[in-house]
Each structure stands twice: as C-alpha cells, then as structure tokens.
C-alpha cells in the first residue's frame, strides 16, 4: 500500500465501523492505532483522522489488499465481544464498497463463530473469497 490517502481512507473505513455502535471502546481505539503504526501513519494524523474522520473511500486496489482490509474490519468489530447490527450493516456495506462478494462476505460472518474470540484464521478467509470467485 503505497499511497497516503489509501492508507487514511482504510483508518477512516475501521473508525466509522466503530462508530456504527455510538461506543467507542479503548480496545478498538488502539487496535485501529496500531493498524495505524503499521501503515506507517504518524499519532497526530491519527489522532486528527479520528476527530474527522472525512476521507474520502479509495479502496486497496489489489484483491488481497480489500480481502485483508475486511479481515480487519471482522477483527476489529469482534474486539469489544459484542456485535451490534449496525456494525454488521456497515461492514458488509464496506466490503460490497470495495468489490468484495457479497455472497463471500456472509459465508466470513457465518464462519467466525467457529473460531476462538471469532477470529477467521487468513488462509479460511482467502478460501472462502477463491470459492466464490470461481
């Protein structure tokens, strides 16, 4: 990922999720910093990013880069242990955003009550996207 504005659009994308509830909890806060560190955002961009959080959407635009943006998006709308029905609405509205399968988007929401703490391992996640793009 290459490209400052695709970088803050993710964050913008992972601090509306959050959102989606009205709470926003500690652990997502720095769960989305650390993503944030990671893609090599500084604190202050962070911190302005989550006062306005007004990015506009781009999208990654290699299939493995939106795959891993809505495994982000499940991990860290699972990271409070609650699930809240907005939040399913505005990640599948994310996903569909970024040309990801709906179909294949249900089949990840369907699956991540079989792992612990609701964490869909990489290699379950990319089977899922290959099976519905086939």
């Known amino acids: 990922m290459n490209h400052k504005k695709e970088r803050l659009s993710l ?3 992972m601090i509306h999720l959050v959102r989606s509830d ?3 909890n500690p652990r997502e806060y720095e769960f989305i ?3 944030a560190k990671r893609l090599g955002v500084k604190k202050e ?3 302005h990013l989550f006062r306005q959080p007004n990015t506009p959407f781009i999208p990654p635009r290699e299939e493995s880069g939106r795959i891993l943006q809505l495994h982000r998006l499940v991990l860290l709308m699972n990271i409070d242990d609650e699930i809240h029905p907005n939040e399913i609405v505005t990640l599948k509205e994310f996903g569909v955003r970024m040309g990801l399968s709906p179909y294949a988007i249900d089949r990840v929401l369907e699956v991540m ?3 612990p703490n ?3 391992p ?3 996640l990319i089977d ?3 099976a519905y793009y086939n």
Do not use: A, T, W
Request: no cysteine.
């Open 11 to 13: 964050l913008s994308e």
């Open 22 to 24: 009205h709470d926003i």
């Open 33 to 35: 910093y650390r993503v």
């Open 45 to 47: 961009e962070f911190d």
């Open 113 to 115: 009550d079989d792992f």
């Open 118 to 120: 609701k964490v869909v």
């Open 122 to 124: 990489p290699d379950v």
């Open 128 to 130: 899922i996207f290959k």
